[in-house]
Structures are given as structure tokens and as C-alpha cells.
Antibody
């Protein structure tokens, strides 16, 4: 059974940093790209960014709203994906979901076949 | 603002058919995927690609596409289908990912 478990959320002051972790199980983690998606309270889903598998260079892409502040990394030996969030703003307050990019994503389609339960990040003074 | 546009709310009578649409220029080149989200829960993939359903998703859910519009159709809507529905696709550049703003489906 595929499982994604996020951790590391909490209350943080504007301008500070926070690192989220996503621990995966039930599949060969290193074979998949992984994404982070967030949802502000009462709002819709927003893609944050993703990291390709090592087979595709392990490179990353980010939404314009977080580029230069957020960094996604992965440790395939531990089956963990990370989201390092720096220079946090109040508008970064959201539930952050870790997702697995579905097989075949990146060509004609890009989809997320498994989601974690999310971790809440609140940015407030 | 999102590059994919969805109607904010749609309603359907129990047992009837409803279509939820998603519009955007990128949909002329890329397929949309669809997610169902119930209150307090994580989204669940219901349709991806041309018209593929993950294991466990009822066959009353189907997807289609024409021009710049992708559609999610629920044939014979059930009370448990009441939820928010989101589409996603690649963006116009093909490098990034975008979501639609979501559609709240009410089953009457």
C-alpha cells in the first residue's frame, strides 16, 4: 500500500524558515518524481514544485510564487522528499501536501496519483 | 490567477448526469486530470489522461476533451459525489503544473 506521510508543519514567524518532510512507503521511491501541492485555508489547490527522479536528473521546477525561496530535495536511501521553505510570508500559510507524480507524467499529462494527508504551515507573527 | 478556469459551483439532482468543465489554452496540447476533495480530506485522483480511472474509482466518472476544454462527467450522480473537484494540467509553457480554481458540486 502506497503511503505518504508529511511532517514538520507548525507555526512560524514571517521571514523565518521551515523544512517539511514526506516519508514514503509501499513503492520504489527512487523511481518516481514527487511534487508538493498546497492549499490555503478555504482556497483551491496550488502546485508548489516537483523533483524528478534521479533517472531524469533529479532536477526541480517551482511555481513562480515560491521560486527562489523554496527548495525541494530527496533522499532516495530513506524514501523521503523535503520541502525547504525560506523567507516565509503570511501568504504561504496553507496545508502542504506531498504527492507522487503518476507514471507517464511529464509528457501529454501530469497527474498526482497518491497524496499524503497534509501538514499545516501557519506563518504569523 | 489560474491558467485553468472552472465554474465555481455546479449542482445536480440525485441520479442525474453532470458535466464539470475546465478551460485553458494548455488543454489544446495536454490532457487534464481530475481530483475529488471532500471536506477535511486530501484530494483523490478520479480521472487522468485521455480518460483513465484509477483502481477503485466508480465507472460513473469519465473524462473527455475538446479544443481548450476538458470535462469530467458523472453519470448518475450519487450523494457521496458531493465534493470539490479540481482539474490540473501542464501550463502553457509545458514546464510547470497548474490547477483550476475548483468546482463545488452539490447533489440535490
Amino acid at each position: 500500500e502506497v503511503q505518504l506521510v508529511e511532517s514538520g508543519g507548525g507555526l512560524v514567524q514571517p521571514g523565518r524558515s521551515l523544512r517539511l518532510s514526506c516519508t514514503a512507503s509501499g513503492f520504489t521511491f527512487g523511481d518516481y518524481a514527487m511534487s508538493w501541492v498546497r492549499q490555503a485555508p478555504g482556497k483551491g489547490l496550488e502546485w508548489v514544485g516537483f523533483i524528478r527522479s534521479k533517472a531524469y536528473g533529479g532536477t526541480t521546477e517551482y511555481a513562480a510564487s515560491v521560486k527562489g525561496r523554496f527548495t525541494i530535495s530527496r533522499d532516495d536511501s530513506k524514501s523521503i522528499a523535503y520541502l525547504q521553505m525560506n523567507s516565509l510570508k503570511t501568504e504561504d500559510t496553507a496545508v502542504y501536501y506531498c504527492t507522487r507524480d503518476g507514471p507517464g507524467s511529464g509528457y501529454e499529462v501530469w497527474y498526482f496519483d497518491y497524496w499524503g494527508q497534509g501538514t499545516l504551515v501557519t506563518v504569523s507573527s | 490567477s489560474s491558467e485553468l478556469t472552472q465554474d465555481p459551483a455546479v449542482s445536480v439532482a440525485l441520479g442525474q448526469t453532470v458535466r464539470i468543465t475546465c478551460q485553458g489554452d494548455s488543454l489544446r496540447s495536454y490532457y487534464a486530470s481530475w481530483y475529488q476533495q471532500k471536506p477535511g480530506q486530501a484530494p483523490v485522483l478520479v480521472i487522468y489522461g485521455k480518460n483513465n480511472r484509477p483502481s477503485g474509482i466508480p465507472d460513473r466518472f469519465s473524462g473527455s476533451s475538446s479544443g481548450n476544454t476538458a470535462s469530467l462527467t458523472i453519470t448518475g450522480a450519487q450523494a457521496e459525489d458531493e465534493a470539490d473537484y479540481y482539474c490540473n494540467s501542464r501550463d502553457s509553457s509545458g514546464n510547470l503544473v497548474v490547477f483550476g480554481g475548483g468546482t463545488k458540486l452539490t447533489v440535490l
